[in-house]
């Protein structure tokens, strides 16, 4: 079976055959159907990242099971989407209600098969679900209604799930209150989606580039602004000189914390989604900490449980009160996934989904 591989930090991208390991008795087979490409996989190709090589990539993703170990939870047949991070259950942070912390969960690459050749080989959060097949534990699946189109459950399982739990339940929104957003990747728009759908008034869509107004207006947003030094400014003048009620930085930089920082109200909440590198330092003055009275604080796969979040998610979709959708902007092959990656990194389009026969 073929899957998208990393040689080594970067490297070329190029599909592979590879050898999937046997079936545990607690893990199921499921033929991927639908596969994003998300960013944190980028951090793993241009080595911004540590990880191990060859890997495969891919960790947003939706298919069927086609093969489930004896003591496996879950049938043959079943649409699943997959999680990259199953709680354990068990750990502290599992047991205290936070099993998006969970102490074995979100691991960057784990070992899992083998190269065509018998080599060593990785997979991305668990999964490497940029690939024909995956074989995982039965607790790395989730299972949605057959009447999900596989290309939108796909990104219930990373993007929507980040940027919905970070509006609804890191952030706790409430509708009236005005939202910045930076950032317009996948996670920023879905972001901006889940801002307007929980009422968010004004939803300000902020990124470099002006090729993403189009993009940020149909997911929500009221008001686009690329980013610059006036941002502050502008928000300012959008929110009645107050500032943000909330930000949400979807970028993982220390200059956008800033900028969300500067361009939340006194008060005011900002929340961290981008994932960012461990030696780019945010600077805040100490005074400013104080006077500001603000909070500044993470959102981790958007403080959810996705056994309980992701079904949710796709009874919204189906209801049509959630429309991802809006946020793919290219459906590719297995084969054209690498160039994918390139047009990410350039920061051109919102989500690839790359679609499995
Ligand atoms: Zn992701
Ligand atoms: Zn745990």
Redesign the pocket.
């Known amino acids: 079976m073929r899957a998208l591989v990393c040689r080594d930090a970067g490297a070329a991208l190029a599909v592979e055959e590879i050898v999937l390991p046997e079936l545990g008795p607690r893990d199921v087979r499921v033929r991927i159907r639908a596969a994003?490409v998300?960013?944190?996989?980028l951090s793993m190709v241009n080595g911004t990242l540590k990880a191990a090589y060859p890997l495969v990539l891919g960790?947003?993703a939706a298919g069927v099971v086609t093969a489930a170990g004896p003591e496996a939870n879950v049938a043959v047949g079943a649409h699943v989407v997959l999680n990259?991070a199953p709680p354990c259950r068990t750990c502290w942070f599992c047991t205290h209600g936070q099993p998006w912390l969970c102490e074995t969960a979100g691991v960057a690459t784990t070992p899992r098969g083998s190269t065509a050749d018998g080599g060593p080989l990785h997979v991305t959060l668990g999964l490497g679900a940029l690939a024909e097949e995956v074989v995982v534990g039965d607790h790395a699946v989730i299972a949605v209604p057959d009447e999900l189109p596989f290309a939108t459950a796909a990104l219930l399982g990373?993007?929507v799930l980040?940027g919905v739990g970070a509006v609804l339940r890191t952030a706790a929104l409430r509708a009236g209150e005005s939202a910045l957003v930076i950032g317009l990747g996948?996670?920023g728009l879905s972001t901006v989606m889940a801002a307007r759908a929980a009422g968010a008034d004004p939803v300000i869509a902020v990124d470099v580039s002006d090729a993403k107004r189009e993009l940020a207006l149909a997911a929500g947003a009221t008001h686009f602004l690329v980013s610059g030094d006036e941002l502050s400014g502008q928000v300012r003048g959008l929110t009645e000189r107050r500032g943000a009620d909330h930000s949400f930085e979807c970028v993982g930089r220390s200059a956008t914390i800033r900028a969300a920082w500067r361009a939340t109200r006194r008060g005011g909440q900002v929340t961290v989604v981008g994932m960012g590198a461990k030696d780019d330092m945010v600077s805040l003055a100490a005074l400013d900490v104080f006077h500001s009275a603000r909070t500044l604080r993470s959102s981790v796969y958007g403080n959810s449980d996705p056994d309980r979040d992701v079904p949710d998610l796709a009874r919204q979709v189906l209801a049509g009160d959630l429309d991802p959708a809006a946020l793919i902007t290219d459906r590719v092959t297995l084969d054209e996934a690498a160039a994918a990656f390139a047009r990410m990194a350039r920061g051109e389009g919102a989500r690839t989904v790359v679609l499995l026969p």
């Open positions: 994003g998300c960013h944190s996989d960790h947003e990259w990373c993007a980040t996948g996670v």
